[in-house]
C-alpha cells in the first residue's frame, strides 16, 4: 500500500512538473489580447475555458492558469457567463468567473420574428442553446418540456385561452433585453411574456372581452397583420377585411400562414393544396395559431380594426397596400401589380 501511494505522489509530482514545463514554453508564444467579450458556457469545463481564454489572447498560457485554478481550489468553482476581461492578468480573471461578474448580453428581437428566429439569436450570440429553447417554447406534450411550460404558462393570466399543447408563438414580446449567458431557457421565455403582459394594458384586455374574442385570437390576427401589412392604418384595414372573411366563413387566403408552415420565402402553386390548418387558401377560418410575434402596434390593429367596404387586399413589390371591393377588381390589380412582374 505504501508502495502504491509513492508511485502515486510521484505520478502527480511529474505531472504537474510537466504542466510547469509546457506552461513556461507556452509563454514564449505572445499573447493576442482579447478584444471581444468573453463567454463561458454551461457545462464547460476548465480545459475548454482555458482553451478558449488562449486562443482568444486573454491568457498567455493555459497551462499555467489550470494550474492557478487547481492550487486556487476552484476547479468546480468557474461560473458560465458573458464577462468583460480585458487587461485582467490570470489571478483577476479567475477572481471573475469565480465571483459571476458578468456582463448582461443584449438581444434584440424584431416584430415579426418566430421562435426559431430568436432560438437562432439565442444560440449564435451564446446565450441559450436554441435546442433547449425550442423545446420549451413549441408545443409538446412530452415530459419534461411540457411541465416546464404549464409552470411558466400557469404564471399569466392572458396565456388562460391558450389551446392545450400549443406553443408559445405570439407571445414572445419582440423587444431588447439584456440576458446574461446563464440564463436558462425557461427565464428567457418568462421575461418576454411578462413584457407582453405589460403591454397588454387592463384597457385592451377588456375590449378584447367586451368584443367576444379571446387574447389567442387577437394575437392570431396580430401575427397575420404583422407579416402582410406595414403601417399602422393599412394593418386596420386589413384586420377589418379578415376579420369580416372569418366571420363569413370565407378562405382568408393569407400568403404568410402558409410559408410560415413550410418555412419558404417561395410557396408555388401547388403548395396551396398542402394539407394544413396553416394553408388559410385549403380552410376557412385563422390559421392553427399565431405564425410571429407581433409588435404592439400589430396587436392594437387587430383589436381596433377599420370597417369598409373592401373585402381583398394585396401589397404591391414596394410593401404598400392595394384594396378592392370585389373579386374582380382584386384581379385586375393582381395583375397590375404583380402578375405583370413575372
Given at each position: 500500500m505504501v508502495i502504491v501511494k509513492s508511485i502515486k505522489i510521484a505520478i502527480a509530482i511529474l505531472a504537474l512538473t510537466t504542466l510547469v514545463f509546457v506552461g513556461f514554453f507556452e509563454l514564449a508564444t505572445p499573447r493576442v489580447g482579447g478584444l471581444d467579450n468573453f463567454v463561458v458556457l454551461r457545462g464547460e469545463n476548465v480545459l475548454q475555458i482555458a482553451n478558449n481564454l488562449k486562443s482568444?489572447?486573454?491568457?498567455?498560457?493555459?497551462?499555467?492558469?489550470i494550474l492557478?485554478?487547481?492550487f486556487g481550489n476552484d476547479l468546480k468553482k468557474l461560473k458560465a457567463g458573458t464577462?468583460?476581461?480585458?487587461?485582467?492578468?490570470?489571478?483577476?480573471?479567475?477572481?471573475?468567473?469565480?465571483?459571476s461578474q458578468?456582463?448582461?448580453?443584449?438581444?434584440?428581437?424584431?416584430?415579426g420574428s418566430t421562435i426559431k428566429d430568436i432560438a437562432g439569436s439565442l444560440q449564435s450570440?451564446?446565450?441559450?442553446?436554441?435546442?433547449?429553447?425550442?423545446?420549451?417554447?413549441?408545443?409538446?406534450?412530452?415530459?419534461?418540456?411540457?411541465?416546464?411550460?404549464?409552470?411558466?404558462?400557469?404564471?399569466?393570466?392572458?396565456?388562460?385561452?391558450?389551446p392545450q399543447n400549443a406553443g408559445l408563438e405570439g407571445y414572445?414580446?419582440?423587444?431588447?433585453?439584456h440576458l446574461l449567458a446563464r440564463t436558462t431557457p425557461d427565464d428567457i421565455a418568462y421575461q418576454m411574456l411578462k413584457n407582453f403582459g405589460d403591454k397588454l394594458t387592463p384597457n385592451l384586455?377588456?375590449?378584447?372581452?367586451?368584443q367576444g374574442k379571446t387574447v389567442f385570437e387577437v394575437v392570431t390576427m396580430a401575427s397575420?397583420?404583422?407579416?402582410?401589412?406595414?403601417?399602422?392604418?393599412?394593418k386596420q384595414v386589413v384586420a377589418g377585411i379578415l376579420w369580416k372573411r372569418e366571420k363569413e366563413g370565407m378562405l382568408l387566403e393569407v400568403d404568410s400562414t402558409l410559408m410560415y408552415f413550410l418555412a419558404s420565402d417561395h410557396p408555388g402553386i401547388a403548395d396551396k393544396d398542402v394539407d394544413s390548418r396553416y394553408n388559410t387558401y385549403k380552410y376557412a377560418g385563422p390559421p392553427a395559431g399565431p405564425i410571429c410575434n407581433p409588435g404592439i402596434e400589430s396587436i392594437e390593429a387587430a383589436i381596433d380594426p377599420i370597417d369598409t367596404d373592401y373585402w381583398f387586399y394585396l401589397s404591391k413589390p414596394d410593401g404598400t397596400t392595394v384594396f378592392s371591393k370585389t373579386y374582380a377588381e382584386h384581379l385586375i390589380n393582381k395583375a397590375k401589380y404583380l402578375d405583370a412582374g413575372n
Open positions: 482568444q489572447g486573454y491568457i498567455e498560457s493555459k497551462t499555467l492558469f492557478d485554478v487547481f464577462y468583460d476581461l480585458k487587461g485582467l492578468d490570470d489571478g483577476k480573471i479567475i477572481q471573475k468567473l469565480v465571483l458578468t456582463i448582461p448580453v443584449q438581444l434584440t428581437v424584431i416584430p450570440s451564446r446565450i441559450a442553446s436554441a435546442s433547449d429553447f425550442l423545446n420549451l417554447a413549441l408545443g409538446s406534450d412530452s415530459g419534461d418540456q411540457y411541465a416546464r411550460r404549464q409552470k411558466l404558462t400557469g404564471q399569466f393570466d392572458f396565456l388562460a385561452d391558450l414572445l414580446y419582440p423587444d431588447t433585453y384586455r377588456a375590449e378584447i372581452k367586451n397575420m397583420l404583422e407579416k402582410e401589412v406595414i403601417s399602422y392604418q393599412d
